[in-house]
C-alpha cells in the first residue's frame, strides 16, 4: 500500500509539473504563451491547444504571433475532428492575413475540413456541395500545385457520391411504382454527373423506367411513353457504346419496341 501510494504522489506531481509547463497563467508574455501553446500542440493536446491559442489571440492580436496562432487554431481544431470550427478558422486566417506565405494552406484546408464533414450518400449533402465550391475555387487560384490535382481527386470522389445519391432516390421511385419520378432523377445523374461511374447505369435503367411508364399509362399516352425508351436507347447508344450494362439496356429497348408495336398496331385499326 506504501509503494503504491508512493508512486501515486509521485505520478501528481510529475502530472502539476508538466501542467505546470503547459498552463497559460496570468502574467505570462506572449512570447512564453504561445510556446506552451506549441508545446501542447506538438504533444498532441488538440482540444488543450485550440484554447491555448485562443488565448494567445486574445492578448495578442496585430501580432506576428497571432499570425502563426490563428494558423494553428485552425489546425488545432482540424486535428481534433472539429471540421466546422476548423473551417472558420482557416477562413479566418486567410481574410485576416491575405498575404501570408501559408494563405494557399489555408483556403486549400479550409475546403478539406467540408470534405471530412460530408456525409454518406443518403443523408444531406450540403457540406459536400460547400466542399466542392471550395475546391473549384482554389483550383481556379492555383491551378497548377500539387494541391490541385489533389482537390480534383476529392472533387470526383464528391461527385461520385452525389450521382449515387440521385441514382438511389431513382431506385426508390423505381420500386414504388412511379415510374415518371424515377426517369427524372435518372435523368438528374446522367446531365449533372455524365463523368460519374453512375450515368450509364442510369441511362439504362432510365430505359426501362419509361417502359414501365407507357407500360401502366392510358392507351392515348403510351406511344410518347415508349417512344421515350426508345429516345434513351438511342442516346445510350451514343454516350456508352461499349457501357457494361449494354446487354440489359437492348433487353430494355426491345421491350420498348415490342410495346411500341402493338400500340401503333391498335390506333391503327
Known amino acids: 500500500m506504501r509503494k503504491a501510494l508512493f508512486y501515486i504522489i509521485i505520478l501528481a506531481a510529475f502530472s502539476a509539473a508538466c501542467s505546470s509547463k503547459t498552463t497559460i497563467r496570468p ?35 496585430g501580432t506576428d504571433i497571432a499570425r502563426q496562432a490563428q494558423f494553428l487554431l485552425a ?18 486566417y486567410y481574410t485576416n492575413f ?10 486549400f484546408r479550409e475546403a478539406l475540413s467540408y470534405y471530412r464533414l460530408s456525409p454518406r450518400f443518403k443523408l444531406d449533402q450540403q457540406d459536400t456541395y460547400r466542399a466542392i465550391e471550395r475546391f473549384q475555387l482554389f483550383i481556379q487560384r492555383y491551378p497548377d500545385t500539387e494541391l490541385a490535382s489533389e482537390a ?13 445519391k440521385e ?28 463523368e460519374t461511374s453512375w450515368a450509364e447505369k442510369a441511362l439504362m435503367r432510365q430505359i426501362l423506367a419509361y417502359t414501365l411508364f407507357a407500360e401502366n399509362s392510358v392507351e392515348e399516352r403510351q406511344q410518347e411513353r415508349f417512344e421515350k425508351a426508345v429516345a434513351s436507347y438511342q ?16 433487353e430494355h429497348y426491345n421491350r420498348a419496341l415490342d410495346g411500341l408495336a402493338d400500340v401503333v398496331q391498335i390506333s391503327s385499326r
Do not use: W
Open 27 to 61: 502574467g505570462d508574455s506572449l512570447e512564453v504563451a504561445f510556446e506552451k501553446s506549441m508545446m501542447v500542440f506538438e504533444q498532441g493536446n488538440y482540444t488543450q491547444a485550440a484554447r491555448n491559442f485562443e488565448l494567445v489571440l486574445s492578448i495578442g492580436r
Open 75 to 92: 489546425e488545432s481544431y482540424f486535428n481534433s475532428r472539429q471540421f466546422v470550427l476548423s473551417a472558420a478558422e482557416y477562413r479566418r
Open 98 to 107: 491575405p498575404r501570408s506565405d501559408r494563405r494557399m494552406d489555408a483556403e
Open 152 to 164: 480534383r481527386e476529392y472533387i470526383a470522389e464528391m461527385r461520385e457520391k452525389l450521382a449515387q
Open 167 to 194: 441514382f438511389h432516390a431513382a431506385e426508390l421511385y423505381l420500386r414504388l411504382n412511379r415510374y415518371r419520378a424515377a426517369a427524372l432523377y435518372y435523368d438528374i445523374v446522367i446531365d449533372r454527373f455524365p
Open 235 to 250: 442516346k445510350y447508344l451514343q454516350l456508352f457504346p461499349r457501357g457494361q450494362n449494354r446487354e440489359l439496356a437492348e
